[in-house]
C-alpha cells in the first residue's frame, strides 16, 4: 500500500472554488483509496493544504497518474492555480 | 485530531541504528497515537524516511513538544544525524 500526499499553497489569482471542484473528480479515478484533503496547520512552512490517498501498489499508482482525468486536472486545474508544492509517498517502513 | 508528520534524509555520517533506537522512545510520550515510522518512495524529492503520529488536539501536541524525552531526542538523536527535514501538520479539511 502506498499512501501518495501533496501538500500545496494557492497562487495569489487562484480560483480556489473552482479548483476544488476539479479535485474532486481525482475521488473517481480507478484505485484511489481513502482520498482526503487535509488543511496544513504547521507554522514551520507555507504550505496551507494537502492532498492524500492511498494505492494498493505501483501499478494503481501508475494508471491514476496516466489518467485522462487526473491529466486534465493536473494541466487545467493544478499547474494555473498551484504556486507551490510538494509530493512525498509514504510506505510503512516495516524493518 | 491533529496529524503531525516529518520527512527527511539521514546525514552521511548518521548512526542510524542508534537513531531507531531513540525515535522508539518517542511511541511512549502520553499523547502520541498511531505512530508509524514511513519510507519515503517517491522520486520527486530527496527525503528518505518519514515519522507520522496523531494528537487529538493542540493540547497533546504541546504538551509532546515540551516533553523531556522528546527534546533530548531532538538535541541528541535528531540534530546530529538528520540532514533536512520537512514538517507538515495537517487536520481534516471539513469545507
Same mark, same amino acid.
Given at each position: 500500500m502506498i499512501q501518495h500526499t501533496v501538500t500545496f499553497r494557492f497562487a495569489e489569482d487562484a480560483q480556489v472554488d473552482a479548483f476544488w471542484t476539479r479535485v474532486?473528480?481525482?475521488?473517481?479515478?480507478? =484505485?484511489?483509496?481513502r482520498f482526503a484533503v487535509l488543511r496544513q496547520? =504547521?507554522?514551520?512552512?507555507d504550505f496551507t493544504h494537502g492532498l492524500s490517498m492511498y494505492f494498493e501498489s505501483d501499478v494503481e499508482y501508475a494508471a491514476y497518474n496516466d489518467h485522462p482525468v487526473h491529466v486534465a486536472f493536473v494541466a487545467e486545474a493544478w499547474l494555473p492555480n498551484v504556486a507551490d508544492f510538494l509530493e512525498l509517498d509514504y510506505v510503512v517502513d516495516d524493518r
Open positions: 474532486d473528480e481525482l475521488r473517481e479515478i480507478p =484505485g484511489v483509496q496547520v =504547521g507554522s514551520k512552512n
